[in-house]
């Protein structure tokens, strides 16, 4: 269901008084542009706090960002509702899958020093769910089915170090621009590996939005990358089973993310 319409109080706390609000597609239907900002509902004020905080300190080095914007209180968040500077750009990938890898790893390049915050572990939903099972040490089984459960029978502790990472770098998230690195946009933070983040953009790249199967080969050298990848995968057959619509909606996503899986297994042979 779609998010009303920030009201006026909102664009005026945030310096755009008298714009009026357009909303935006994607993001899940909360995200409004108002003047020349991006308005947004969020889920939780604090954790938003926290990263619009974090954002707001990012230097931009081969890639843009949304960049965050306090309201006249000087809080990030009022009623609910958070804004960022509208970025320009369009969201068609075609061509441009390598140019977003080299984004995404710039991106947390820059977010490589970002300490650790217990506000990262505040999500009580499908996808927080999901990520606490597949990260679990050991991992979680939710037998949801035969291509899970062998994606989880293959799964190995990973050593990697961890950081802030964008949960979601994908088909979307990411704006491009004539002359201009690409944007990167409406981050759900997590705390895993940075090339966790590629794993994501790669295998969900594939699996929805025609992305070429030579990603995988450009990554397979990289380290631990099939670990990734079969996180990656059975994080999506789990927010499936849990959000989606139970074992069919984890059929239907194990059907579309096949080629990758497919790559793992070989990579294991």
């Not at 397979?220 to 990734?228: E, G, V």
């Not at 909606?249 to 059907?255: L, P, Q, S, Y």
Request: with cysteine; glycine share 10%.
């Amino acid at each position: 269901m779609a998010t009303a319409p920030p009201p006026p109080q909102i664009a005026a706390a945030f310096g755009v008084d008298g714009a009026a609000p357009c909303a935006v597609r994607g993001g899940q239907g909360a995200t409004f542009r108002v003047g020349n900002l991006a308005v947004k509902k969020c889920e939780d004020v604090v954790q938003t706090e926290w990263l619009c905080g974090v954002m707001e300190t990012v230097t931009e080095r081969g890639f843009r960002i949304a960049r965050p914007v306090r309201a006249d209180g000087g809080q990030f968040v009022v009623d609910g509702w958070f804004a960022t500077l509208w970025v320009e750009g369009t969201t068609d990938m075609a061509g441009r899958w390598h140019e977003a890898i080299d984004a995404c790893q710039a991106f947390h390049i820059a977010l490589n020093r970002v300490p650790w915050s217990p506000l990262l572990h505040r999500m009580d939903n499908p996808w927080g769910r999901a990520d606490a099972a597949i990260w679990a040490q050991p991992p979680v089984d939710l037998h949801i089915g035969p291509i899970a459960d062998g994606l989880h029978r293959r799964l190995r502790p990973i050593d990697l170090p961890s950081q802030l990472v964008h949960g979601d770098p994908g088909d979307g998230n990411f704006l491009f621009a004539p002359g201009r690195p690409p944007a990167i946009i409406d981050m759900p933070p997590y705390w895993h590996p940075a090339d966790y983040a590629i794993a994501v953009l790669i295998a969900d790249g594939i699996a929805w939005s025609g992305a070429p199967l030579s990603l995988l080969d450009h990554v397979a050298a990289w380290p631990q990358m099939d670990q990734l990848l079969l996180r990656a995968v059975l994080f999506r057959l789990y927010v499936g089973f849990l959000f989606r619509g139970g074992q069919s909606a984890a059929d239907r996503r194990a059907d579309a993310y096949a080629p990758v899986i497919n790559a793992i297994e070989n990579w294991g042979r």
